[in-house]
């Protein structure tokens, strides 16, 4: 199977920084996009921001210009690099993978969505 890891959540003052990593691990043949997204409490889960294979990248505007996502296809990485952070930013953070992964016996391949299990973004002075 394929799992979803991710790290570097925690509290941190308006205006500071915070670096989410997240790595996917398993019998994965190929990744297609990989992404973070967040969820508020009493909010919807919302898009923060997506990197494709070919490293195009797409970002909520509410964190453009503070918020950088990048990807290792070698190691199947990606991380969202959070500057200028906000108290609006304070949620948890999802990471998020389209990929396709080889079963058990190796016969079969799926396409399919994965995610991780969140880490929490706390921004508050």
């Known amino acids: 199977q394929v799992q979803l890891v991710e790290s570097g959540g925690g509290l941190v003052q308006p205006g500071g920084s915070l670096r989410l990593s997240c790595a996917a691990s398993g019998n994965i043949v190929s990744i297609r996009t990989m992404g973070w997204y967040r969820q508020a409490p009493g909010k919807q889960r919302e898009l923060v921001a997506t990197?494709?294979?070919?490293?195009?990248?797409n970002c909520a505007d509410s964190v453009k210009g503070r918020f950088t996502i990048s990807r290792d296809n070698v190691k199947n990485t990606v991380d969202l690099q959070m500057s200028s952070l906000k108290p609006e930013d304070t949620a948890v953070y999802y990471c998020?993978?389209?990929?396709?992964?080889?079963?058990?016996?190796?016969?079969?391949?799926?396409?399919?969505?994965?995610w991780g299990q969140g880490t929490q973004v706390t921004v508050s002075s």
């Open positions: 990197v494709t294979s070919g490293g195009i990248t």
């Open positions: 998020n993978a389209d990929l396709t992964y080889r079963s058990r016996n190796g016969r079969v391949t799926i396409m399919r969505e994965f």
